[in-house]
């Protein structure tokens, strides 16, 4: 038997779906920490229990736990040549300089993908690091080691961001 995290509470079970815009490009871990992150915060400011005044915030929502058992992904699933060859029979001839700035167009965005997981593995170490700070004795030669090449890594990608991307948005 195991002694419960905060007795005298009740603990429930739910199954929550969410479909958010691909714009917002978030990871299924990313997504997880924002939902718990807004539950508490929506608790602290009395949203998430409407009315309920007793007792107060600190005394309501004691854990939320949230994991990914799902994922989909729609619009850029087929090749590039595979949707190019669909478009070409569906609306007739698309004209070669139009026809290679979308070749280039879908490159890129495949490129950007691929770098956005890169860029997401990278905040998954520099996290998962961080939190192993938060006990001293656990930290390691290498992990510190570790830690300035990642860190060294995310200045780089924040330096190219600033000076490449952030101008032409």
Same mark, same amino acid.
């Given at each position: 038997?195991?002694?419960?995290?905060?007795?005298?509470?009740?603990?429930?079970?739910?199954?929550?779906?969410?479909?958010?815009?691909?714009?917002?490009?978030?990871?299924?871990?990313?997504?997880?920490?924002?939902?718990?992150?807004?539950?508490?915060?929506?608790?602290?400011?009395?949203?998430?229990?409407?009315?309920?005044?007793? #007792?107060?915030?600190?005394?309501?929502?004691?854990?939320?736990?949230?994991?990914?058992?799902?994922?989909?992904?729609?619009?850029?699933?087929?090749?590039?040549?595979?949707?190019?060859?669909?478009?070409?029979?569906?609306?007739?001839?698309?004209?070669?300089?139009?026809?290679?700035?979308?070749?280039?167009?879908?490159?890129?965005?495949?490129?950007?993908?691929?770098?956005?997981?890169?860029?997401?593995?990278?905040?998954?170490?520099?996290?998962?690091?961080?939190?192993?700070?938060?006990? #001293?004795?656990?930290?390691?030669?290498?992990?510190?080691?570790?830690?300035?090449?990642?860190?060294?890594?995310?200045?780089?990608?924040?330096?190219?961001?600033?000076?490449?991307?952030?101008?032409?948005?």
């Amino acid at each position: 038997m195991t002694r419960m995290s905060f007795p005298d509470t009740h603990q429930f079970g739910f199954e929550l779906e969410l479909e958010i815009s691909s714009i917002l490009t978030l990871s299924a871990g990313e997504l997880c920490v924002l939902v718990v992150n807004a539950l508490f915060a929506m608790d602290e400011q009395g949203l998430l229990f409407p009315g309920v005044t007793t #007792p107060d915030a600190d005394n309501r929502l004691k854990s939320a736990k949230m994991g990914a058992i799902g994922y989909a992904r729609t619009g850029i699933a087929a090749p590039v040549g595979e949707r190019y060859r669909r478009l070409i029979l569906r609306k007739g001839r698309v004209p070669k300089s139009s026809r290679q700035l979308g070749e280039r167009l879908e490159e890129a965005v495949s490129t950007m993908m691929t770098n956005l997981l890169h860029q997401r593995m990278l905040l998954a170490k520099l996290m998962g690091l961080a939190d192993k700070c938060a006990e #001293p004795s656990a930290i390691t030669d290498a992990d510190r080691t570790k830690a300035e090449a990642l860190l060294a890594a995310a200045a780089a990608v924040a330096e190219v961001v600033d000076t490449s991307v952030q101008p032409t948005l």
